[in-house]
Structure formats: C-alpha cells, structure tokens
C-alpha cells in the first residue's frame, strides 16, 4: 500500500510538502500515473492533483492551481505535493493512491485508482 505523511497545522498562508512511499518490497509506483484526493469532514473524497506516470504531464483541480504542486521520484518510489498558500478551505485527510492500469490513461476519477493507504491530515487555521 501507499503511505501518505507530511500533514500538519499550518497557518493559512503557510506551505507543507506531503509525501506518498510505497510500503513493502513489491509495490513500485514506477509506469502508474499517480494522484492525490483529500477529504474534508462531512463531505466526500475530491481529486487534488495528478501525474501521468513519466512525470511530464500534470493535472490539478481548479481550486489549488499555482499553490500546489505535484511531482514524483520513481528511483526513490515516491510521490510528493508541494503544498504553498494554503487556505483553511484545504483542510482535509489527503491520500495518495496509483492507476490500477500501468501507462493509463490520465483520469481524475478515483475509482480508477487503487493502493489507497491511510491520509495524512492537513489543518490549516485562519
């Protein structure tokens, strides 16, 4: 599975880069695109951002463009979300999770993920 860290309190404005390894020896991330959800208390899990598995293509939500950025290291079997300007609006549980498909492709739609790992959560004050 996938283990997600790197939340914390922040104060909005503030930035915190999440980081996403996979566990155990036979879980590669390498030919998978990858994404990051979160969720918020009470509401649903939403998509925040994706990478397509070479790392040249990248994709965001509306609502974090130019804050956040995602990237990834396939020699180090790890994903990142470099998180700035944070808003208390990005409060959440984020998870990092794979393509169930190698080389797919791009999609926002979680169903189309798999290796979901528990969240890391994210609080940011006003």
């Known amino acids: 599975q996938l283990q997600a860290s790197g939340g914390g309190l922040v104060q909005a404005g503030g930035s915190l880069r999440l980081t996403c390894a996979a566990s155990g020896r036979t879980l590669s991330i390498s030919g998978y695109n990858m994404g990051w959800f979160r969720q918020a208390p009470g509401k649903e899990r939403e998509f925040v951002a994706r990478i397509n598995w070479s790392g040249g293509t990248t994709y965001y939500v509306d609502s974090v463009k130019g804050r956040f950025t995602i990237s990834r290291d396939n020699a180090k079997n790890t994903l990142y979300l470099q998180m700035n300007s944070l808003k208390p609006e990005d409060t959440a549980a984020y998870y990092c999770?794979?393509?169930?498909?190698?080389?797919?492709?791009?999609?926002?739609?979680?169903?189309?993920?798999?290796?979901w790992g528990q969240g890391t959560q994210v609080t940011v004050s006003s």
């Open positions: 999770a794979k393509s169930i498909s190698m080389r797919a492709v791009g999609t926002s739609d979680e169903r189309k993920y798999d290796s």
